[in-house]
């Protein structure tokens, strides 16, 4: 397992992290599941980047990240990224989900963060399947930190049993 790797079982609102990553909508308004969660305990200066991020280029597309305070969360930085509706893996959805991880752990880099969280992008109500969007996420994370040594913590924060328990098997397999 890599050391700078690990995964709990929690609430992602609740951890201490130079930055949170949000499973995001394209419009960045906030909405259900982590997203919801994140902008009510984050409180308005979330929104107010977002607003800010959507006036400059229109909001988010499905891969890409965009970063904003973490308001009153306990990490410095939000970073929003769109993960893609699985839609019976239709289309790039794989490319697009590795994506996700790719461009928040640079955008995290970019801005100094040493520490970053997931959740599980794609998972919920986007239907990504959690064995597969698992493979994916744990690879992405793997590939970056073997090239890039900004970052030394990322964690996987699942709020179910069965995201930990697939992130968790995919951390035990070798590289």
């Known amino acids: 397992m890599n050391p700078k790797i ?3 079982k929690g609430d992602i609102t609740k951890i201490k992290a130079d930055a949170i ?13 982590v997203d919801g969660a994140i ?9 107010d980047d ?12 499905t891969g890409q990240a965009v970063i904003t ?13 769109v993960g893609p509706v699985y839609n019976g893996g ?4 794989a490319e697009l989900l590795r994506s996700c991880y790719r461009n928040s752990l640079a955008l995290a880099a970019e801005n100094g963060c040493k520490t970053i969280a997931f959740p599980n992008i794609s998972t919920g109500i986007y239907g990504y399947p959690k064995a597969k969007a698992a493979e994916i996420a744990v690879n992405a ?21 069965e995201n930990y328990t697939f992130i968790e ?7």
């Open 6 to 8: 690990q995964v709990i």
């Open 21 to 33: 990553v949000n499973a995001a909508n394209t419009s960045l308004m906030g909405g259900g599941g």
């Open 39 to 47: 902008h009510r305990v984050g409180g308005p200066a979330i929104l």
């Open 50 to 61: 977002c607003r800010k991020i959507v006036a400059r280029q229109g909001g988010c597309k």
């Open 69 to 81: 305070t973490g308001g009153k969360l306990p990490a410095k930085y939000v970073i929003h990224t």
């Open 90 to 93: 239709k289309g790039d959805v």
């Open 141 to 161: 994370v793997k590939t970056f930190l073997n090239q890039n040594e900004a970052i030394e913590t990322v964690t996987f924060v699942c709020f179910d049993n």
């Open 169 to 175: 098997e995919q951390l035990k397999l070798e590289f």
